[in-house]
């Protein structure tokens, strides 16, 4: 039996819209002609003529937020405290280093929502029919991951806006029954923001700001923000491993998301 795998992730990379202007990746890169003084820090004596072709380091200096690049969101980016349907006063949501390693490699699950058109807000009776429709009951610990149109809109000016978002009735109905980890690829598990904006200046209502991530505070769970190549895979069938950066005390860690496919 040959094993597939099959790369969830996108770049972390400059020129590319990935991220609003305000927290966009800044990679800078050093070439083998631009570190040898960081090599002399160690051998004082070393000069360019006595490497192989002259040719020291080659290092790269990044500046990130833990949500630049496909990323792993821990329930303590959504709200201080979590668990509120459980116990009364809720608990300490959990940090990215605390989020348990049996949660990221799990059976995964593909709901393909790419004809909802962007800004839609997605309900649990889609996610019910759609669960149907590809014939899967969920399971605890299944990482359900949600195909949207922003997919096909990653490396164009549109992306953070693309996609369809997860509402809040939506993902608790996906905790309820034990899943723990989901996913997207769009920019947010949420509507994007323009389209929340407008639902919010026509209602007053605040609390549709974020609906999905807020879910979190009646039930613990983590997101995958910023996946890729979700269209290749089928609804069910396959394994995702998406284990974290151990990051302490921090709101999301990195991630190189992968499905594995027997």
Same mark, same amino acid.
């Given at each position: 039996m040959t094993r597939r795998i099959i790369d969830l992730s996108i770049f972390l990379e400059n020129d590319v819209i990935s991220d609003p202007p305000l927290s966009r990746p800044k990679i800078t890169y050093l070439g083998h002609d631009e570190t040898l003084d960081r090599m002399q820090a160690?051998?004082? !004596?070393l000069t360019r003529e006595k490497l192989p072709d002259g040719a020291a380091w080659a290092i790269e200096k990044v500046e990130l937020?833990?949500? +630049?690049?496909?990323?792993?969101?821990?329930? &303590?980016?959504?709200?201080?405290?979590? +668990?509120?349907?459980? /116990?009364?006063? #809720? @608990?300490? %949501?959990?940090?990215?280093?605390e989020v348990p390693l049996e949660w990221c490699f799990q059976p995964g699950v593909?709901? !393909?929502?790419?004809?909802?058109?962007?800004?839609?807000?997605?309900?649990?009776d889609d996610v019910a029919h759609e669960l149907e429709? *590809?014939?899967? @009951?969920?399971?605890?610990l299944d *990482?359900?991951?949600? +195909?949207? /149109?922003?997919?096909s809109r990653y490396g164009h000016d549109d992306f953070v806006s693309a996609g369809c978002g997860i509402g809040r009735d939506a993902t608790l109905y996906l905790l309820e029954r034990g899943v723990r980890i989901t996913g997207t690829d769009a920019?947010?598990?949420?509507?994007?923001? %323009?389209?929340?904006?407008?639902?919010?200046?026509?209602?007053? !209502? &605040? %609390?549709? *700001?974020?609906? #999905?991530?807020?879910? #979190? /505070?009646?039930? #613990?769970?983590?997101?995958?923000?910023?996946?890729?190549?979700?269209?290749l895979l089928p609804g069910t069938g396959f394994q995702v491993c998406c284990f974290p950066v151990k990051l302490r005390r921090s709101s999301a860690g990195w991630t190189r998301a992968v499905a594995i496919l027997d």
């Open positions: 160690f051998f004082p !004596d937020t833990t949500h +630049n690049g496909t990323h792993l969101d821990a329930p &303590y980016h959504f709200h201080p405290t979590m +668990n509120h349907a459980l /116990r009364e006063g #809720g @608990e300490p %949501s959990m940090t990215i280093d593909k709901l !393909d929502f790419r004809h909802f058109p962007d800004g839609y807000v997605v309900k649990a429709r *590809i014939g899967h @009951e969920l399971q605890p *990482i359900v991951l949600v +195909n949207t /149109r922003a997919g920019w947010s598990w949420d509507t994007p923001f %323009s389209y929340t904006k407008e639902r919010v200046d026509a209602t007053g !209502d &605040y %609390s549709l *700001i974020w609906e #999905g991530h807020k879910a #979190g /505070r009646e039930r #613990g769970y983590c997101h995958l923000e910023k996946l890729h190549q979700l269209e």
